[in-house]
């Protein structure tokens, strides 16, 4: 059995997978906070799924995507601050717990594999790439390619949302002023449309609704900017899908109707997009359930 884990901010989602790629068990936990808490979690999420599983045997390996900066060669994890972890080298740590192989990887590109193995896995014709575009609390991609995830020369590859697109627009956590993340995440909205309901962003759209100008105006930037992102994976990757996750997306159509009709506006004055089709590309919603947790027990199988 492989298994895969998925530790978020809050809770933590495991599977495990036989060989033919079924998931044969399945585990959701609160994530602990700090380092001995993470382990712990981890530690116990992967003993459930071998006692659901009824396995003889310890798992072939264990896969881990978490959010932060993460070097998979080495297994460091960087500014994961959410999980209080920061600049340690987490895949030497859950190895020495667990006694079994573990591989670490940024969370959105375990999304990204996830999403590429359920789309291709039954096809009359496997894709040969895939950007999967979250849109959460932050805004990044994970990009596969030939079944490969693009990683970049730090493992940084995806981190689209601290590119700058308005120099007027909202300064960034990265430090940066204007970034996509500033302007189309759940930080956006919390720093942007301070509010104590369960969903605020449910609630920006509402207001959008009934009129109210503020609200219009940050929902417009919402979709522009998710659009934005859209185009240039399309642009520089030629990927061919887009599969757009995360939360923000619980939205629904009335999220995902205005960012296709902007990417379509955009072609009307450009031949070079109209030739592209980016909106033809664009899937709203992960494929399969525990995306990135799937994704994450594939990470062995991918390197």
Known sequence: ?????DVGGTKTESVGLDDRGTVVAHDVRP??????AVVATVQASVDELVRQSEASRAPASVGVGIPGLVDPRTGTLLHAVNLG??????????????????????????????????????ALRPLRSLAF????????????????????????????????VRSDGPRCRCGQTGCLEAIASGHAVATRWPS?????????????????????????????????????????FDVEQ??????LTRVGAELQDPVLRRL??????????????????????????????VGAALLEVSA
Do not use: C, K
């Open 1 to 5: 059995m492989r298994i895969g884990i």
């Open 31 to 36: 994530t602990g906070f700090g380092l001995a």
């Open 85 to 122: 972890i920061d600049e340690v080298r987490l895949g030497e740590e859950l190895a020495g717990s667990l006694g079994v192989p573990v591989s670490i990887e940024n969370d959105v590109n375990a999304a990204a594999l996830g999403a590429y193995r359920a789309l291709s896995r039954d």
């Open 133 to 164: 575009l979250n849109v959460g609390t932050g805004l990044a991609a994970g990009i596969v390619v030939g079944g490969m995830l693009l990683s970049g020369a730090n493992g940084t590859a995806g981190e689209i949302g601290h590119i700058p």
């Open 196 to 236: 104590s309901a369960e969903h605020p962003v449910l609630e920006l759209f509402r207001a959008s609704r009934q009129g109210d100008p503020l609200a219009g105006i940050l929902t417009r930037d919402m979709v522009d900017g998710i659009a934005a992102a859209i185009r240039m994976l399309v642009v520089a």
């Open 242 to 247: 887009v599969v757009v996750g995360g939360g």
């Open 264 to 293: 379509r506006s955009w072609e009307g004055d450009s031949p070079f997009l109209r030739a592209l089709d980016v909106p033809g590309r664009v899937a709203f919603g992960a494929p399969i359930d525990a995306v990135a947790a």
